[in-house]
T-cell receptor
């Protein structure tokens, strides 16, 4: 199974509402990242949270990390149609050099 | 300030042909990663390279796939004798140092391979 697994798989909301996506992982990590992918495009880094941090903010984004539960959440406040995209969490494996492992993503649709 | 450049963006091959995908990392980046994305799926790690070295190829299929990052020029992902199951989007990412230390990966727009 995935190191990072997001839920829900798909989320449909109206503009102005908040969107919350969750990610669970299995092994210890150094940091957890969230990326965004617009349809047919590459991934764009949104935010990184380190294992010793519990919450981080960037503009309309809020990320939380609970290492005891091995889970993270991404909250997008006051969503806009332009936020429509797939959102992926990515984790490293916590030791040595590391590559990132991505989940399957949450597809967010924000309707005007 | 060019980002990660991948080409071709779209590639069509017939079964049995070879596919070569190229990736030029961001300026100043010496670490390159290749990922594969199947439709409606997340990204699957394939290989991690530094200049002239393969650091981690644990995600590469054992046959037909190879990757290199020469001293000069782009990184190349090569798929020999392509089959329909190789149809996917292949993404290259780069970082200035080990991702463990810097965190963020910078992605290209991907190369979409279609095998007929």
């Amino acid at each position: 199974s995935q190191q990072g697994e997001e839920d829900p798989q798909a989320l449909s909301i109206q503009e102005g509402e908040n969107a919350t996506m969750n990610c669970s992982y299995k092994t210890s990590i150094n940091n957890l990242q969230w990326y965004r992918q617009n349809s047919g495009r590459g991934l764009v880094h949104l935010i990184l949270i380190r294992s010793n941090e519990r919450e981080k903010h960037s503009g309309r984004l809020r990320v939380t990390l609970d290492t005891s539960k091995k889970s993270s959440s991404l909250l997008i406040t006051a969503s806009r149609a332009a936020d429509t995209a797939s959102y992926f969490c990515a984790t490293d494996r916590g030791s040595g050099y590391s590559t990132l492992t991505f989940g399957k993503g949450t597809m967010l649709l924000v309707s005007p | 300030n060019a980002g990660v450049m991948q080409n071709p963006r779209h590639l069509v091959r017939r079964r049995g042909q070879e596919a070569r995908l190229r990736c030029s990392p961001m300026k100043g980046h010496s670490h390159v990663y290749w990922y594969r994305q199947l439709p409606e799926e997340g990204l699957k790690f394939m290989v991690y390279l530094q200049k002239e070295n393969i650091i981690d190829e644990s995600g590469m299929p054992k046959e037909r796939f190879s990757a290199e990052f020469p001293k000069e020029g782009p990184s190349i992902l090569r798929i020999q004798q392509v089959v329909r199951g190789d149809s996917a989007a292949y993404f290259c990412a780069s970082s200035p140092a080990q991702v463990l230390n810097t965190g963020e990966l910078f992605f290209g727009e991907g190369s979409r391979l279609t095998v007929l």
